[in-house]
């Protein structure tokens, strides 16, 4: 049994404008619970980020036994690994963003980039890491294949 949700809700937490969701990639609209409960397997609590990319990995080798590695039809890892991804992508029903422990990258549509806190805070200083943005590029496409 897994319990979560798609996203999270703001209540102007940080009183920057932002309410209800998919209007910014803070934390307040992003940070879900998760709860899985599993056959045979004591109360273990984790305190790291994950994504719901990490669920498919750890029910194809903890219910299905894919011996896999994860790369090969995921681009999670299992629930249970505590080693943290160094980014994540995101995305709303327009753009999406970067998401590290420190700030979010987001894309526009337009092509533009805004760099913020994982509180939402403006970094109007902050240079675009063009290394990061190419790594979420290939991860965006790493299962499309072209005909």
């Given at each position: 049994?897994v319990?979560t949700?798609?996203h999270?809700?703001e ?5 920057l404008?932002?309410?209800g969701h998919a ?9 879900v619970?998760m709860?899985v409960?599993?056959?045979?397997q004591?109360?273990?609590?984790f305190?790291y980020?994950t ?5 498919v ?5 903890n219910?299905l036994?894919?011996k896999s590695p994860a790369?090969t039809?995921?681009?999670?890892t ?13 995305n ?17 549509p337009?092509g533009n980039?805004?760099?913020k806190?994982?509180?939402g ?5 902050a ?11 290939e991860q965006?496409?790493?299962?499309f294949?072209?005909?």
């Amino acid at each position: 049994v897994v319990i979560t949700a798609d996203h999270g809700e703001e209540f102007n937490d940080n009183g920057l404008g932002y309410w209800g969701h998919a209007s910014n990639f803070s934390i307040y609209q992003t940070h879900v619970p998760m709860i899985v409960a599993w056959p045979k397997q004591g109360l273990r609590y984790f305190n790291y980020q994950t994504t719901h990319y990490d669920v498919v990995p750890f029910f194809m080798q903890n219910a299905l036994g894919c011996k896999s590695p994860a790369t090969t039809y995921s681009v999670g890892t299992s629930l249970v690994t505590t080693q943290q991804a160094p980014f994540f992508i995101i995305n709303s029903y327009i753009d999406y963003g970067i998401v590290t422990p420190n700030e979010v990258t987001r894309i526009y549509p337009q092509g533009n980039i805004g760099i913020k806190t994982r509180t939402g805070k403006s970094l109007p200083n902050a240079k675009p890491d063009v290394h990061l943005i190419q790594q979420s590029m290939e991860q965006l496409n790493y299962f499309f294949k072209s005909h």
